[in-house]
């Protein structure tokens, strides 16, 4: 099934979370330009609180070489619409933690972008089984506009906690806000909950500002 072939579904599918609508075609939105490609400097690292106190490189051919698997999963955007059903297949997240585990403490990544853009996640929600670093949905491979070579996917969350052109994740020890839970989204971003906006956050729900 091509990207612009999903059929909408009933508006009480009890898949949708609340303040939801289901979606025909895949609405490509994003702050900033769209990158280009370079294979020859393209690279994916993991840093920061790593076991080895290391920071761990693939180059473009190492990272498609690490083992693939395909998940069927909804796509929730805080601009109120959603996705089901789609199939993204790429490298787990959970292999990226066994390749590079990180040190005892770290309870939170962040993931960066190009251009600098960045989402940070709880420990447990980058760990999820369904959370995967997709090079492709419903068998092709993503355009540029949707994050080509690399967009992570967080199918539990809001959609801007999975962002597109993927260069790196940091572990941490301590919570941090990323791009856009600096400019007034919710820390969390549970779509179940309708975690939009910071103001909505309760004690613990993030960092202070």
Known sequence: MGQSEQEPLPPSDPRLPPGQRTQRGWPALHYGPVPRFKPLTWDFQVFGATASAEKHR???AGFNAL??????????CVTKFSILGSEWTGVSASVVLEQVPPAPGVTHVMVWAEYGYSANLRLADFADPATLFATHRNGEPLTAEHGFPVRLVVPHLYAWKGPKWVRAVEYMRA??????????YHNLADPWREQRYSYQ??????PLR
């Open 175 to 184: 919570d941090r806000r990323g791009f856009w839970e600096e400019r007034g």
């Open 58 to 60: 693939w180059d473009f």
């Open 67 to 76: 083992p693939r698997t395909t998940v069927r999963a909804d796509f929730h």
């Open 201 to 206: 956050e309760e004690p613990g729900d993030g």
